[in-house]
């Protein structure tokens, strides 16, 4: 009895410990080696599969973020912060010098209730067609910082998204261009081929340089890779190069928006397209 207490006091102290999204969700066990508890090799791999049809994803591939930060699957709770990191992320008018999403999505309580809604219905629908990602600052007591979302190929190509309706103060012009002509885009560039798309990548202003959008990016690349199916996003002016440098992505298609003289003037976006590499090679995939 006395070694029971134990074992669970140890359970209790390690989970105390563990980075804050774990106590959310819960959802940390606590495994021990025994060589009679081993399971064979098979049902391991087996098991693997199973987790791989229901999540969209392969869970042995990692995340691998700079020291100090932890990334893990969004939750509910966490939709308040992601909302605040997207404003942070291209509102900030410190660090962000267009004005167009000034315009376009204005820090604004329509604009908030739109990004709750829409980040709820994407984690409603599941990881088999929209994994969110966070990252978080341990040395900040968990503070979300960044965070990433994506979606995992489906069988027809372009996986059909629940939408909320656009604020009635936004330019309809803009809201089309950016939220309707984006999917266009890749379903022209993509049609029916299965596909990985990055949908978003944020970044809190503060936290710039430090390393925080390559592994959200290159673990959805390494998972591309391992489907062999090519990933489409959409790069912004200062992004796209990034993207370009480090992971390969294509230029495929200028999105132009509609130009607005008296506020941000000219802006546009660029549809990108990274082909698969081949496992264990810098080879490219022909797509």
Sequence with gaps: MLAGIARLTALGLCRSFLPRGFQ???????????PRRNLHLSKWRAASENAIKTLGYD?????NPPQGFFIREATFVDIEEITD????????????????????????QATRDFLRDLLSMSIRVGPSKLVTHVVEDL?????????GQ??????????????????????????????????????LLLGKQPH????FVLVDTEYQRKGLAFPLMDWACHQADATGTPMYGI???????????HFGFRERKML????????????????????PRVAGTSSIVQV
């Excluded at 997207?86 to 999403?101: A, G, H, L, P, T």
């Excluded at 790069?235 to 370009?244: A, L, N």
């Design 150 to 187: 994506f979606s995992p190929p489906q069988p027809d190509g372009p996986v059909d998204l629940p939408f909320p309706q656009f604020p009635k103060e936004w330019d309809p012009e803009i809201a089309d261009a950016l939220w309707g002509k984006k999917s266009d885009s890749r379903a």
């Design 256 to 275: 132009d928006f509609p130009v607005r003289p008296e506020t941000y003037g000219v802006y546009y976006m660029v549809s990108i397209v990274r082909p």
């Design 139 to 147: 040395s900040n007591d968990g503070k979300i910082v960044a965070c």
């Design 196 to 199: 990985w798309w990055g949908i």
């Design 59 to 63: 869970i042995n591939i990692r995340h």
């Design 235 to 245: 790069g912004t002016p200062m992004g796209y190069p990034y993207w370009k440098k």
């Design 85 to 108: 990191l997207w404003f942070k992320s291209f509102n900030d008018r410190r660090y962000i010098s267009s004005k167009f999403f000034d315009v376009a999505m204005p820090e604004s």
């Design 24 to 34: 959310r969700q819960n959802s940390f066990i606590f495994t021990l080696s025994y």
